[in-house]
């Protein structure tokens, strides 16, 4: 009976480790594709996507369909573009209306018919999906709100407000919006030139930007305590927020948040510790990569042009609006994305090495942060991408569910 046993157990986990195995190929070859459509090429981006949707067991997700119709149309192949932008708007229903518009990946198919049609699905998905949505009129400009589980909105309890990442908007927090409105209120935007959001041809930086989402809260009723959820670039915004309101919040959750915590010198550190000198570092980051920066300009749409102009002013700053003041003591949490994927050209040091070591300086300042806090966290999230709310969903919602828990307390 012990054989028997012994054998079962170790057919199960062979099983388990050849699953595990094929979906760890899948995932390398996505990286690699994602990889290859950071340095623009974007041909061999779009066959490893395609190689990687051949992979046995396979899980494709709409954002890597999506990503793929991008490397096609770059690599001027608009039938197999329009493949997977049908099959994400048919099969998968998309509904980023305001982002496919403005998506400067697809422009080589702006004159093709078939766009229409994509256009049309997509904003008809949204108008399904999103039937409560709202605008709200600030200083002249519509901005585009959707506000979720209203019945849940009484005196002192938290409504939980998200902040979105550079240039993005709010589909990505579908599934943990679905899962926290069922007990909070929760408030979601675009920021003004993002989704169907007016452009206030205002630049967005930080005052601007907390002091238009608190004026759109109050409007709609929908008033403090906050709890404030980001990711990346918005991290950015939120932790200004608690800086200009702190006695307004009751929580503030970064999602792989903008290093906002980055003093001048900073950004040497890894370098350093790799073992590259001061001249080479010089080097990398001089005109070239100036020459980088103003090329992003020209070939990007104005909304992701502008808020990498505030992103580049910050950090000269050393994010001076962020942290003008401490951070209140309420529950703190910081998500950190460990998955890393690079197929960049070689160049003089490891690439993934450089990038842990970028990542473990960080979080030791983030830890700094949270040390005087009754209810700080940090949670580390090794195989998620940067998009960890649509890769680990329920990490998220776990961090948000226990934060409003030790807010509870301390209120």
Known sequence: MKTITFLLVLLISTTSLIAQKNHQKYDVLI???????????????????????????????????YNAACSWALANYPDSAFYHLYYVATKMNYTDYGHLKGDPDFKSLYSDKRWQSIIELVKANKNIAYSNIDFITINGFKVEVLISGMQNNKANKPVVVFENGMASSFGSWDIIVEEISKTNTVFQYNRPRIGESENDSLPPTTVHIVNNLRKMLLQKGLKPPYLLVSHSFGGAYIRSFASMYPEEIAGLVFVDPID??????????????????????????????????EKLYEEMPGFYVEEVKISRQLTKTEFAECDRNPLPDVPVHFIKAGGFSDSAPPTIYDREKMWRINSN?????????????????????????????????????????LALKDYDKIK
Not at 268 to 273: K, N, T, V
Request: with cysteine; proline share 5%.
């Open 31 to 65: 990286r690699k594709a994602d990889s290859l459509y950071q340095v623009k090429d974007n041909q061999n981006s779009a066959f490893a996507f395609s190689g990687a949707f051949n992979a046995p067991d396979a899980k494709i997700t709409m954002n890597h369909r």
């Open 361 to 401: 300086i960080q979080m030791k300042r983030w830890l700094e942060l949270l040390y005087p806090l009754k209810y700080g966290k940090l949670f580390y999230c090794s195989n998620s991408s940067h998009f960890v709310q649509t890769d680990e969903p329920n990490l998220v919602i776990s961090s948000i569910k």
């Open 260 to 293: 906002f915590t980055k003093k001048k010198g900073d950004g040497d550190l890894p370098y350093l510790e790799i073992g590259l000198t001061q001249h080479q570092i010089d080097s990398i980051f001089g005109k070239p990569y100036d020459n980088f920066i």
